[in-house]
């Protein structure tokens, strides 16, 4: 018995040492330790031994038994490195590898303007209002004195959507809109950001659709040297305090006298190059005194209250600032032409 023992032992272990897989390390488990194993038979037969063979075989076999759990758990633990040493090498990440770049977007190079131009504004305490952009005829013309028929209603083309209502071809509504919500006896002083649409065929210097800032300050003894003043300022801070203005006269239907504002030419300093078409000045707004009528209409009266309006437009100013050649390029959205202005 002793020697069927040591043989059982000698038996697993080569066969522990063959196995090449947990599964056949399983099978040589259940074979020899199971309960229909030889070991657990051998055991089961200890009855049949005489007083002095019991301790001696029982002892024996469990030290067989034991010799057969440790191996089969050596094994299995040399099988579950490898795995783990496998699924490592498969999983393993080579940290020379050049990394992905990873791409920051930025705002738009007009949502950056009209930020920098609001900004400037607020500093001199302008508040920034806004309207909408399908906008009636009365407060697009009429309430900007541009009564039906009016022949300057052909200065900007519209898209209308009714009879009575458009697509706003400026900001200027805006005006009236805000002073009709001060109802005439409060000071007014806002800019207002936005888009407008006008029926112009797109090319280098047109757009169906652009941005505008609206300006309006209504006030007691408000003066045109305050528009120039506000005005002055604004060029500078934006443009560079070598920059000068100059006012030229001009109409608007809400504005009495009419202005517009030219800066002195980046490139030449005034002395005329072909950017500026020889002339050394750029034109960048249109403003002027609001009309008596227009004030009149949005319940300020104008013996007591006056006020100055101006207007710009965000993308003539970015391509000014940034030498963009087309202005289609703003609403196209190429990459390689916005990314240059994403500030880090
Ligand atoms: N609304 C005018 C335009 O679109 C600009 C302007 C605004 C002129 C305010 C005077 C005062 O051309």
Redesign the pocket.
Known sequence: MQDKLQALREEALTKINEADDLKALEAVRVGYLGKKGPITEVLRGMGKLSAEERPVVGELANTVRAAITEALEAKKQVFEEEALNEQLKAEAIDVTLPGRPVTLGGPHLLTSIVTEIEDLFIGMGFEVKEGPEVETDYYNFEALNLPKDHPARDM?DSFYVTEELLMR????PVQARTMGEYKGNKPVKMICPGKVYRRDTDDATHSHQFT?V?GLYVDKNVRMSDLKGVLNQFAKQFFGEEREIRLRPSF?P??EP?VEMDISCKVCHGKGCSVCKQTGWIEIL???MVHPDVLKMAGYDPEIYSGF???MGPERIAMLKYGVDDIRHFYTNDQRFLAQYHQA
């Open positions: 900007q071809t400026h900001t200027s505008q609206e608007f809400f504005t009419s249109g403003g002027g309006a101006f207007g």
